[in-house]
Each structure stands twice: as structure tokens, then as C-alpha cells.
């Protein structure tokens, strides 16, 4: 059986997972532990707990528990002191407080969860994502970046403070994987915080895993402002430190309504550029929309309200694409 690992975080990755899990594959997903916004960071700042909000989504997602757990999860309190927080963010945070270590936490919510597949923290010590753009603003913290609409330089360097060490359970799961695959995600929120950690870098090089990009549809002000696909392959590849094998690009029409909402916040559908370049990475170009507007407004209370990202990659799509790569 095929070991596969997804990198990043945030719904992204709770689209390649659920899609994914159908297959007879062994999974795992190497999690962001840099989130600091919502009800994330609230525990963090509160509790002094790692970030829990990431590990649940990936967590959820490969999750074939009764459907009743799976909703108490994903369920956001909408008053009250809890307002606004996460039962499942609640859940991981008392269990980091009762367990001796953070392997105890993992093993005995996957347990609960019955998680087919593994989930592993990027790192177990507490850290914030920093990033310094080219117009000379430095804006730190995942949640304080992830709200910088306003930005139009882009991002010239991305650090963590403090520098933090990697999982030795995720730096293994790199080592053995045969494919490994990057995105969709925010590159400077979800993707980039995971390959910033310490050994993370460096465990890409050495893995024979060929790896395959699902690249974002839409671009993102504050970190992908007007990025091309070409642009955000070269910032990928510079921290992934190799070249990626595989990319998969949406080349079906999106739906008007959504694309003159993410106009409206100067943000537009990625340009499809990589035939103007000469590429060693096999591109496949497919419909992998999710035709849905996941706007707030229409959002299963079950389900995080999105704050901004109202279209995403199908998972049933996207996962027929990749089974296809990986088997």
C-alpha cells in the first residue's frame, strides 16, 4: 500500500484528506502548528496550549466515527462565554492539559475518532509565523497575517519566532512516504509555516517522494497578491528546496457570482502561465471545482464559517486525480 502524506493545514487539507480516504492508501498529514487567529488563538493566548484548530480539520477529516462525533468537532458555539469557540478546539486543548505529553493527546483523540490514517503535529513547541514583505512591513503572528488584506507588496521572506525543532514522527513519516502531496492552501498561513520548521526542509530533499502541488484557484491578498501560477510554484519551490514532480491546475470556468466576490476584495482567478515556461514538472490541468459558494451566509452551522474563502477544490474531483498519480 502507497504511503501518502499531505502537508499544510486549514480547509485545504480537509478537502485532499476526505477525498483521499476513500482509497485504499496509508495515509498521513504533516499539520501547521502556527495558527493564532479565532478560537485558536484565544486558547493559545489563554491556555498556553499549542494552536488546536488545524490538527482537528485534518483529524475530522480522515475521522470514520458515528457522523455524531464528527459534527460535535466542527461545532462553533454561537454564544454565550464560548462564543465563537470550537468544540473540538476545546476537546484537544483539556486533553493537552490532563495528557503527559502531546503523543498521548494525538493517540487518544484519533482513538475517539477513529482516524484512518495518521495526523502528526509539524512541531510540539510554540512558535509564531513572521513574515516581512518587500515594501518593508514586517507583521507577525499566522492570524495578524492572515488579515492583512490591505497589503499589495508581496512577501519577501517568511520566519518563525522563535525557530522551533520538527516532530522526529513527522521528519520519519517524510522519510518513508512514496508521494507527498503540497496544497491547495495559503501559501504563507497553511503551506510555508510547515517547511519553515527546523528539519522539515531538509527531510524534503533527502525523500525520494516524488511530490505533487495542488495549486490554489484564487489568488490571496496580503500573501499571493496577483500571483500567477508560475509565482506561487517559485515561492514554493525556494522553501520546499527542490522541484516539484507533479501540478495540478484547474482549467474549468468558475462561477461568476464567486469570481466578482473575490474581485471585490482585489483578489482574481490564478493565471494558467507555466506554457510560456520550460518545466520539469508534469502539469495536469483538470476541472477540480467545487461549483458551491461556501459563503457565510449559507454555512451548515456543523461546518467552520469561512471568513473570506468562499470557493474551494472538489474533493471527490481532486482525489480521482490524485488516485490516479499515487496508485
Given at each position: 500500500m502507497k504511503k501518502i502524506t499531505v502537508i499544510g493545514g486549514g480547509t485545504g487539507t480537509f478537502v485532499v484528506l476526505s477525498g483521499l480516504k476513500q482509497y485504499p492508501l496509508n495515509l498521513g498529514v504533516i499539520v501547521t502548528m502556527m495558527d493564532s487567529?479565532?478560537?485558536?488563538?484565544?486558547?493559545?493566548d489563554q491556555l498556553g496550549v499549542l494552536p488546536p484548530g488545524d490538527l482537528r480539520q485534518a483529524l475530522v477529516a480522515l475521522s470514520e466515527a458515528p457522523l455524531l462525533w464528527r459534527k460535535l468537532f466542527l461545532y462553533r458555539f454561537e454564544n454565550g462565554d464560548f462564543a465563537g469557540h470550537n468544540f473540538g478546539n476545546l476537546f484537544l486543548s483539556a486533553l493537552e492539559k490532563v495528557s503527559t505529553n502531546y503523543d498521548e493527546v494525538m493517540d487518544t483523540v484519533s482513538y475517539v475518532l477513529k482516524t484512518k490514517g495518521h495526523v502528526f503535529p509539524v512541531t510540539y513547541q510554540k512558535t509564531n509565523l513572521c513574515v516581512e514583505y518587500e515594501s518593508g512591513s514586517i507583521i507577525k503572528g499566522e492570524g495578524n497575517i492572515d488579515k492583512n488584506y490591505k497589503e499589495t507588496s508581496r512577501v519577501k521572506k517568511a520566519y518563525l519566532e522563535p525557530t522551533v525543532l520538527a516532530n522526529p514522527k513527522a521528519i520519519r513519516q517524510l522519510s518513508e512516504s512514496d508521494f507527498i502531496i503540497v496544497g491547495p492552501g495559503d501559501m504563507y498561513a497553511s503551506i510555508v509555516p510547515v517547511l519553515l520548521v527546523n528539519g522539515i526542509k531538509e527531510a524534503l530533499i533527502k525523500s525520494s517522494a516524488k511530490i505533487i502541488y495542488n495549486l490554489n484557484l484564487m489568488t490571496k491578498s496580503g500573501q499571493t497578491p496577483k500571483y500567477k501560477a508560475s509565482d506561487h510554484i517559485s515561492d514554493l519551490e525556494k522553501y520546499l528546496g527542490r522541484t516539484l514532480d507533479y501540478i495540478i491546475l484547474n482549467n474549468a470556468e468558475l462561477p461568476l457570482d464567486i469570481v466578482q466576490w473575490y474581485k471585490s476584495q482585489h483578489e482574481q482567478p490564478v493565471e494558467n502561465d507555466l506554457h510560456l515556461l520550460s518545466m520539469k514538472s508534469k502539469i495536469i490541468e483538470a476541472d477540480v471545482v467545487d461549483k458551491k459558494n461556501y459563503s457565510k451566509s449559507s454555512a451548515d452551522k456543523f461546518v467552520d464559517p469561512l471568513v473570506r474563502s468562499i470557493l474551494?477544490?472538489?474533493?471527490?474531483?481532486?482525489?480521482?486525480?490524485?488516485k490516479k498519480i499515487v496508485i
Open positions: 487567529g479565532g478560537s485558536t488563538g484565544k486558547l493559545r474551494r477544490h472538489d474533493s471527490t474531483k481532486l482525489a480521482k486525480i490524485l
